[in-house]
């Protein structure tokens, strides 16, 4: 009873987000991609990962418990990251959810370069922090002053209650900080399955 529940909020969600899109301009990939080599921050949902949520057993210091990274989720990440370098985009700090999922995209993605932070930990089974976790990721954005791109790794929840877009896995969403609070610049498409 309890997967039927979660999977019927989940539907829900998907369709209200779905319906809520904000539309974004058509958008030049370079005039997006040079918004980063300026400073500007990647919002990213972690790469595939199969499934919904996480198991009722959830224990965030064991990936064995949580939903993770597929084969070719790994691959995607990894991809990401060269894509990130094939764009000539100079990466200053990459902070990352505490879930597994997100912590491996942004290792394999930005290896070496990696930090994790609370506020960027899915509030997808207790929606409790979600203001409060919101307000906080809002602060990191639109205080970050580059001369780097911030990355920032996590999950759907956390990118729709910050920005209205619902990402698709390993979607970068390309904010540009400003004097009062950030724009969306743009949307760059996840690596395509192979």
Do not use: Y
Request: hydrophobic share 40%; proline share 6%.
């Amino acid at each position: 009873m309890r997967m039927l529940q979660v999977a019927l909020v989940m539907f829900l969600a998907l369709m209200t987000a779905a319906a809520q899109q904000p539309t974004l301009p058509e958008q030049d990939e370079d005039a997006v991609w040079q918004i980063l080599r300026d400073g500007g921050v990647a919002l990213i949902r972690h790469a595939r990962a199969p499934g919904t949520g996480d198991p009722v057993f959830f224990d965030i210091n064991d990936c064995s418990t949580q939903r993770n990274l597929s084969q070719e989720g790994r691959d995607q990440a990894r991809e990401l990251g060269q894509a990130f370098e094939a764009a000539s985009v100079t990466v200053g700090k990459v902070l990352h959810s505490r879930w597994c999922r997100a912590r491996d995209t942004a290792e394999l993605a930005f290896p070496g370069k990696v930090e994790p932070e609370p506020v960027l930990d899915s509030f997808f089974a207790d929606r409790a922090t979600r203001e409060e976790q919101t307000e906080q990721l809002r602060r990191i954005v639109s205080q970050w002053s580059g001369p780097d791109a911030l990355v920032l790794v996590t999950h759907q929840v956390n990118i729709t209650a910050l920005t209205d877009v619902f990402p698709r896995e390993g979607e970068v969403i390309v904010l540009k900080p400003g004097d009062d609070g950030f724009d969306i610049a743009g949307r760059i498409a996840p690596v395509p399955a192979k």
